[in-house]
T-cell receptor, first 113, second 117 residues
Framework: GENVEQHPSTLSVQEGDSAVIKCTYSDSASNYFPWYKQELGKRPQLIID?????GEKKDQRIAVTLNKTAKHFSLHITETQPEDSAVYFCAASTGPGTYKYIFGTGTRLKVLA | NAGVTQTPKFRILKIGQSMTLQCTQD?????MYWYRQDPGMGLKLIYY???????DKGEVPNGYNVSRSTTEDFPLRLELAAPSQTSVYFC????????????????FGNGTRLTVT
């Protein structure tokens, strides 16, 4: 069945450094890839997304890249700050018209001051 | 807009009891979803709906039922609660454009923390 693998499961970086989280998806028909940030005890919130017709998207310190051939996409956070500490989830749609999303298992990011 | 509203926020059930988790959204979204999140884990899709009167199973539907009688409401029913159903349950909604496969972001509710003992 459809599957999304996410690595690493935990990531610690020094404040100001960059963080990269990688996801691989299995369904070649997936065309939409959102990233969510979840703070402790809170709901997941969208931070950035990318569609399959785009290779890269950037929003201030956050960027996402997509490699359709290899079926993987990555989240890049530059100039990390303590408030970036959270769990980050990638997700992939299961194909056009299905409107389902499969989530990765999450990455716990710790930004050390 | 209130967005996606879930009730209750917390609940403790005894094994074998039943309950309904309520979810309502005021964004006129046609797609709605139920996910569960076990401690330290990702989100697993239980059921979803693409419109009133239409529901379908997700990855982990066993032990749950849903209905969608209106665009706004998407309740999740647990019939015979088991300890394995201890989890945080998130309802979500999204705007969907039928016919062209356009996906859009999920908007999540604040979750219901359920403990079955």
């Amino acid at each position: 069945g459809e599957n999304v693998e996410q690595h690493p499961s935990t990531l610690s970086v020094q404040e100001g450094d960059s963080a990269v989280i990688k996801c691989t998806y299995s369904d070649s028909a997936s065309n939409y890839f959102p990233w969510y940030k979840q703070e402790l005890g809170k709901r997941p919130q969208l931070i950035i997304d990318i569609r399959s017709n785009v290779g890269e998207k950037k929003d201030q310190r956050i960027a996402v890249t997509l490699n359709k051939t290899a079926k993987h996409f990555s989240l890049h956070i530059t100039e990390t700050q303590p408030e970036d500490s959270a769990v980050y989830f990638c997700a992939a749609s299961t194909g056009p018209g299905t409107y389902k999303y499969i989530f990765g298992t999450g990455t716990r990011l710790k930004v050390l001051a | 807009n209130a967005g996606v509203t879930q009730t209750p926020k917390f609940r403790i059930l005894k094994i074998g009891q039943s309950m309904t988790l309520q979810c309502t959204q005021d964004m006129n979204h046609n797609y709605m979803y139920w996910y569960r999140q076990d401690p330290g884990m990702g989100l697993k899709l239980i059921y979803y709906s693409v419109g009133a009167g239409i529901t379908d199973k997700g990855e982990v539907p066993n032990g749950y039922n849903v209905s969608r009688s209106t665009t706004e409401d998407f309740p999740l029913r647990l019939e015979l609660a088991a300890p394995s159903q201890t989890s945080v349950y998130f309802c979500a909604s999204s705007y969907g454009r039928t016919g062209d496969g356009y996906n859009s972001p999920l908007h999540f509710g604040n979750g219901t923390r359920l403990t079955v003992t």
